[in-house]
């Protein structure tokens, strides 16, 4: 599975759990290379023994950001408090503050933690989003991560078993509230709860869902990877009632986006 650079070179998610594909970015673009990985905790590095050190391992993790150009402090705030080992299977806690994608089961990942903090800089630049639709919730983390800074957080997961996975972790996290997650196709967004002041897709689809556009306020944001084999990420504006202005960001590889639901 060759090709999966990362900021940092190759990473190591292809070592026995290599997913399909990573939700990672594939080109380092001007982002500065910073190789201070967090050390690994000492003693056993279990999910369940995780908890005294992961103070520690976010705290690298957010200076590892901060090091790859992320300046938005509220990304920063809310990535530096939420457990992301927590969200990502017992056994892969010890690698959850590491750059990488991780398996999140059902052939899906969770994005690397510079992604999502791109991500979330980017839609929320200069602006305080209050509601905000993620299509393809996952785990629940990025929701988690919004949930911090946004006050209403609408998320969208079509497989039902990570569904009820990211319901579970956001309630443990007391989230719940906070986040409204559905088990939907997220390609119609969620017309009853429009309009959302930003959008945020973390699969791929070939071209963006127009329904989603149509669900975006005035002023407001979309991001969402684009493409097949070779994807970017791509920012929408909403500039009138039919009007949106498009940016192309960095290569990235994401899971796809599918329509339809997985029961
Ligand atoms: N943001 C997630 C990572 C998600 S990976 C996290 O923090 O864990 C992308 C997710 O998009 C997968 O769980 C996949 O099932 C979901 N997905 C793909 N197509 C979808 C669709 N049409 N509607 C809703 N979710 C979708």
């Known amino acids: 599975m060759a090709g999966r650079r990362t900021g940092r070179g190759m990473t190591g998610v292809g070592k026995g759990f290599t997913p399909a594909n990573s939700n990672t970015r594939i080109s380092s673009g001007a982002v500065t290379r910073s190789n201070n990985a967090p050390a690994a905790p000492t003693g056993s590095p279990s999910g369940g023994n995780l908890g005294l050190n992961s103070d520690r391992l976010r705290h690298a993790m957010v200076q590892r950001l901060r090091a790859q150009g992320i300046v938005d402090e509220r990304v920063l705030s809310a990535m530096a408090v939420v457990p992301r080992h927590l969200f990502v299977d017992e056994a892969l806690a010890s690698r959850a503050y590491e750059d990488a994608a991780l398996p999140i089961g059902h052939g899906q990942t969770i994005s690397q933690p510079w ?117 970017r990420l791509v920012l929408m504006e909403r500039t009138g009632p039919a009007n949106w202005s498009r940016r192309e960001l960095d290569a990235v590889r994401f899971v796809p986006l599918r329509a339809g639901i997985q029961s």
């Open 115 to 231: 992604v999502v903090a791109h991500m979330l800089s980017v839609v929320c630049e200069n602006r305080q989003p209050v509601r905000v639709l993620e299509v393809g919730a996952g785990c629940g983390y990025q929701a988690a991560v919004l949930a911090q800074f946004v006050r209403e957080v609408h998320g969208i997961e079509r497989i039902r078993g990570l569904y009820d996975l990211a319901r579970d972790r956001l309630r443990i996290q007391r989230l719940a509230a906070r986040v409204r997650l559905t088990h939907g196709d997220g390609m119609l967004g969620q017309p009853g709860s429009a309009p959302f002041d930003a959008i945020v897709v973390a699969a791929a689809g070939l071209a963006i869902p127009h329904a989603l556009l149509e669900q975006l306020s005035m002023g407001g944001r979309l991001i969402a990877p684009e493409g097949g084999a070779e994807q």
